[in-house]
């Protein structure tokens, strides 16, 4: 069973904790007393740790996550929009990369980092393969590659779309259009049955991408790959993802070849205000 641990000297009884819990189930009575769990709720804590993170005086604990394990805020590391909005813009799809090992101590890192993004109810499902091997990485696009042969013998609308015949041109070429030769793929996979994988999947994927030019290494989501992770049985047993998981996204990761020098303009947002 779940329990708040509330430290009596430091807890105010503002009832703050109570008013932030997602699932409504912290109780403070007549503030008068510490706050509680509600009696026959305390399963339905998601562990989001609202509450230890929003008690301006460190009053609070769950058993799985003391107040002492979660650090202050940092009000000197806060962006401001400007800094924010050219953080946004500055990142970009990499796809040329130097001919450079990535460490795997920048991978774990750049993980953690996206292991921080939200997840329906908190479930964080998510879990990562890093595949940091050029060779495999050369098979597994080539499989991606007889998907898309296959895709074209069936006359498939997005053969069309995306004129696959050429990306297939390029592979016979010695050009990888798949993987764009990087040196790492990383694929988030989850539970088959689990209804917010693919979301999930896809918000911690995106903090990866994020998080990558801060460690000095670019990102691309790798869309083919994905195409084939999801419909081409031989790439699915070779990635032989854990029993009941399956792929949800994927990215390459490497060093940068080049340095970009300017924000590229997107259309303007399509909005519908209704005020
Ligand atoms: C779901 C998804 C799949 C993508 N798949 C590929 C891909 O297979 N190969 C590739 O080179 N870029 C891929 N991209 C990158 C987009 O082409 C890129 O985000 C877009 O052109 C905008 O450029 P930017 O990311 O540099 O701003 C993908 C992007 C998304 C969001």
New binding site residues.
């Given amino acids: 069973m779940r329990h708040i641990n509330v430290d009596q000297k430091k807890c105010k009884f503002d009832g703050i904790c109570s008013a932030v819990c997602p699932m409504g189930i912290i109780e403070l009575k007549d503030g008068a007393t510490v706050p509680k769990l509600v009696a026959r709720l305390e399963d339905l804590c998601i562990t989001c740790g609202h509450c230890v993170a929003i008690c301006p005086h460190g009053a609070l604990s769950l058993d799985e996550m003391k107040v002492e394990d979660c650090p202050p805020l940092r009000a000197d590391l806060a962006l401001d929009s400007e800094q924010a909005e050219h953080f946004f813009r500055s990142r ?2 990499i ?1 040329v990369y130097r001919d450079k090992v990535v460490e795997r101590e920048k991978l774990a890192r750049l993980i953690d980092m996206a292991h921080y993004a939200p997840t329906a109810s908190n479930s964080q499902q998510v879990e990562w393969l890093v595949i940091n091997s050029k060779g495999q990485l050369q098979d597994l696009a080539g499989m991606s590659v007889d998907m898309l042969r296959y895709l074209i013998k069936e006359g498939h609308p997005l053969a069309k779309a995306y004129k696959l015949e050429r990306s297939v041109e390029a592979w016979e070429a010695g050009i990888d259009p798949v993987l ?1 030769g990087a040196p790492v793929l990383v694929v988030a996979h989850a539970p088959k049955g689990y209804a917010m994988a693919q979301v999930d999947s896809g918000i911690a994927l995106t903090f990866l991408d994020l998080a990558a030019p801060t460690v000095g290494l670019g990102a ?5 790959f994905m195409m084939a992770a999801a419909q081409w049985p031989p790439l699915q047993q070779a990635l032989a993802l854990p029993d009941g998981n399956a792929c949800f996204g994927a990215m390459m990761i490497g060093y940068p070849k080049y340095d970009y020098h300017r924000l590229p303009q997107r259309k303007e947002a399509v909005i519908s205000w209704r005020e």
């Fill in positions: 970009r799809s796809r764009r691309c989501w790798a869309g083919f």
